[in-house]
């Protein structure tokens, strides 16, 4: 997660993040989505912000992919920001070369960035230090839309170097954001995260495809941590890591209508890795496809867990799964280091878990695994008309339950392990 502190602090949580993540890795807004940016009148002066537009290419940004536009992009901005009432930084269709952003606020009025071209991250990576590419810190009735792309250019720079992959930058981070709205739009082959929420509130995330190779590392979708009232509906992902990760400290956390896949699933975690984390709570994942993903959907908590914290009140339902290798997996030996020791017990506590309506196919026999601590058993877990079988030879549907403690009602009888 990368905070809102000093540069060095910022470094420090980036390259904490990398270790977790390199294992695999509010309400709506009150504010109605922003319509597209409306063109200027004849004659009138865009440069200038006629009609609160401020399209980048009228203050020198060159659409050739090649020529750096972030000191044109930054001016937009910082103009935008300043700003009363509506204002909108206007990224035409072209392609638009840039490296790291840092639109900052408090603004004066309510600003809209409307993307139509592509924007692409330069991969000149020791201009980013260690941080990332579209940094949006403490703007509130904030409007991301349009239909371009942001185009980390991640397939020029990936790497099986877990120890270089620490200094990749997320492409879109929303640190402290308030009522906000990311629509439409297209993220393509970021260098590590697509996306990353922190600390922010009212936020919906709506129709967007994100996209990148399914072997490529640590590529999460959305990662959401330490933020409230979050909404993602109706997107498309498909990445090397998970499509959505939702990390400490998250409640309220709506997803509907995504379909995931490749990816490493929808996950609540990992948790429990720091000591300033925090609990999550009300989380509601449903009406959701996941298609050839190694994960469905699931709850990973970290063995060497050094803070006691608790996760509740998680509901998944109305899934499909298409050849998902672990359909329903809650992990709480979750180490993906190989560091931690055999003594090692999650201190995590995982409770009120609800497994509904998950059907379909699995590509392994354990279609559930509830693989939690002795030391914290999983408490309140339910299995309800979940229906998910093997789709391999011989068809033996397992499912695998250790320390968990729940029921199963209307469930496929080999998977109603619960104690």
């Not at 995590?348 to 939690?372: H, M, Q, Y």
Request: hydrophobic share 35%.
């Amino acid at each position: 997660m990368i905070m809102a502190f000093g540069k060095n602090a910022r470094k420090v949580l980036l390259v904490l993040m990398v270790m977790c993540a390199t294992s695999t890795a509010k309400r709506p807004a009150a504010k109605e989505e922003a319509a597209p940016a409306p063109a200027p009148e004849a004659g009138a002066s865009e440069a200038s912000g006629a009609r609160g537009i401020f399209d980048i290419t009228n203050v020198g940004a060159t659409s050739d992919g090649k020529t750096d536009c972030s000191k044109e992009l930054q001016e937009a901005w910082k103009s935008a920001c300043g700003a009363a009432g509506q204002a909108t930084v206007l990224i035409p269709k072209g392609e638009f070369l840039a490296g790291p952003l840092n639109f900052s606020g408090p603004c004066k009025g309510d600003v809209t960035i409307h993307i139509d071209g592509t924007l692409l991250g330069t991969n000149d990576l020791p201009k980013y230090n260690g941080g990332s590419w579209i940094n949006i810190l403490k703007v509130n009735n904030l409007v991301i839309t349009g239909s371009g792309t942001i185009d980390g250019q991640g397939a020029n720079v990936y790497t099986k170097d877990p120890a270089e992959a620490k200094a990749f930058p997320n492409s879109l981070v929303l640190d402290f954001v308030k009522n906000g709205t990311v629509s439409g739009i297209t993220l393509l082959n970021s260098k590590f995260f697509h996306m990353n929420i922190y600390m922010s509130e009212d936020v919906k995330i709506e129709n967007l495809t994100i996209t990148a190779p399914g072997d490529s590392p640590n590529t999460d979708g959305i990662h959401i941590g330490d933020s409230t009232n979050i909404n993602v509906t109706d997107t498309t992902i498909g990445t090397g890591d998970d499509c959505i990760s939702i990390g400490g400290g998250s409640s309220h956390i709506i997803v509907t209508g995504v379909t995931c896949g490749p990816g490493q699933g929808i996950s609540v975690g990992c948790l429990g890795r720091y000591k300033d984390e925090k609990d999550v709570s009300d989380v509601t994942v449903k009406d959701c496809v996941l298609r050839s993903s190694t994960n469905g959907v699931r709850v990973k908590t970290y063995e060497n867990a050094v803070k006691s914290i608790t996760a509740s009140k998680l509901t998944f339902e109305n899934i499909k799964m298409e050849d998902v290798a672990n359909p329903i997996i809650i992990d709480q030996n979750y180490c993906p280091e190989k560091v931690c020791t055999a003594k090692s017990k999650s201190a995590v506590t995982v409770k009120d878990v609800i497994f509904r309506n998950i059907t379909g196919t699995s590509s392994t026999p354990a279609a559930v695994s509830l693989l939690c601590s002795d030391k914290q058993p999983c408490s309140g877990v339910e299995l309800i008309d979940v229906n998910v079988e093997y789709s391999g030879e011989n068809n033996k549907t397992i499912g695998v339950c250790n320390n968990a403690k729940g029921t199963a009602k209307d469930t496929l009888q080999a998977l109603a392990c619960l104690a």
